[in-house]
């Protein structure tokens, strides 16, 4: 088996970003709209002086963050994938929108017509087509993730709490304990899920095999995979 150089890994990447510097389009694009969002926002709070309907808002808000989030999240991930695959991106693949084939390659397979040469994958073109074909169940991986998280957070926070009750540990030794128990809930479960979203989009997967091959590829090759999530 060809050993792996994570060197090698960065190097490939850096040199991919800079032919093809276009790519960061999305990032900024999605910073723009959280700064227009964010002073939207604001004036809104400003403007809302019952809890309940503040307490709305701020529930509002993050369902429309973290769509945004899956949204530009899915195009950059699908023109990313198109580098992979050979591709040279221009700034016409932003608005371009294609997810068909032409009519002389359809053919019918029990009783539907399907791309006769092509994996469905290879049909998407364009960072619109990523985006508005994988930004809804992107998103529900993402609130998949963060409730794991949360929940990962929660109970090394209480864990923590009651040891440093327990044995009657300083502060900073019940900060160090929580640290602990926190990265081994990221590095043992998190971590699994991780790449989810670049299945769901690359190979034009579905939620739930989307989230069992980024499992195997983590179980694979975890240190590896840690070892980029670490760095970044």
């Given at each position: 088996?060809?050993?792996?150089n994570l060197?090698d890994?960065?190097?490939?990447?850096?040199?991919?970003?800079?032919?093809?510097i276009?790519v960061?389009?999305?990032?900024?694009?999605?910073?723009?709209?959280?700064v227009l969002?964010?002073w939207v926002?604001?004036?809104?709070?400003?403007r809302?002086n019952?809890?309940?309907?503040?307490?709305?808002?701020l529930?509002?808000?993050?369902?429309?963050?973290?769509?945004a989030?899956?949204f530009?999240?899915?195009?950059?991930?699908?023109?990313?994938g198109?580098?992979?695959?050979?591709k040279?991106?221009?700034?016409?693949?932003f608005l371009?929108?294609q997810d068909?084939?032409?009519?002389?390659e359809?053919k019918?397979r029990?009783?539907?017509?399907e791309?006769?040469?092509e994996?469905?994958?290879l049909?998407?073109?364009?960072?619109?087509?990523?985006?508005?074909?994988?930004?809804f169940?992107n998103?529900?991986?993402?609130v998949v993730?963060?409730?794991?998280?949360?929940?990962?957070?929660?109970?090394a926070?209480?864990?923590?709490?009651?040891?440093?009750?327990s044995?009657?540990?300083?502060l900073?030794?019940?900060q160090?304990v929580?640290f602990?128990?926190?990265?081994?809930?990221?590095?043992?479960?998190?971590?699994f899920?991780?790449f989810?979203?670049?299945?769901?989009?690359?190979?034009?997967?579905?939620?739930?095999?989307?989230?069992?091959?980024s499992?195997?590829?983590?179980?694979?090759?975890?240190?590896y995979?840690?070892?980029?999530?670490i760095?970044?």
């Amino acid at each position: 088996m060809k050993k792996i150089n994570l060197l090698d890994i960065f190097k490939k990447a850096f040199i991919e970003l800079y032919k093809n510097i276009i790519v960061v389009i999305p990032s900024f694009l999605l910073f723009a709209f959280f700064v227009l969002f964010s002073w939207v926002s604001l004036e809104i709070n400003q403007r809302l002086n019952d809890k309940i309907f503040l307490t709305l808002w701020l529930g509002a808000f993050s369902l429309i963050s973290l769509f945004a989030i899956s949204f530009f999240l899915s195009g950059l991930i699908g023109i990313c994938g198109e580098i992979i695959r050979g591709k040279k991106i221009e700034a016409r693949d932003f608005l371009k929108h294609q997810d068909a084939c032409k009519t002389s390659e359809l053919k019918l397979r029990n009783g539907r017509l399907e791309c006769a040469q092509e994996p469905a994958y290879l049909r998407l073109t364009g960072f619109l087509t990523y985006s508005m074909k994988f930004c809804f169940k992107n998103f529900i991986i993402i609130v998949v993730i963060l409730i794991v998280y949360n929940i990962i957070r929660y109970v090394a926070h209480n864990l923590a709490l009651l040891i440093g009750k327990s044995l009657s540990l300083s502060l900073g030794i019940a900060q160090g304990v929580f640290f602990v128990l926190y990265f081994a809930g990221l590095a043992g479960i998190i971590i699994f899920l991780t790449f989810s979203s670049f299945y769901l989009v690359i190979k034009n997967k579905s939620i739930g095999p989307s989230v069992k091959s980024s499992v195997l590829l983590v179980k694979k090759k975890y240190i590896y995979a840690l070892s980029i999530i670490i760095i970044f």
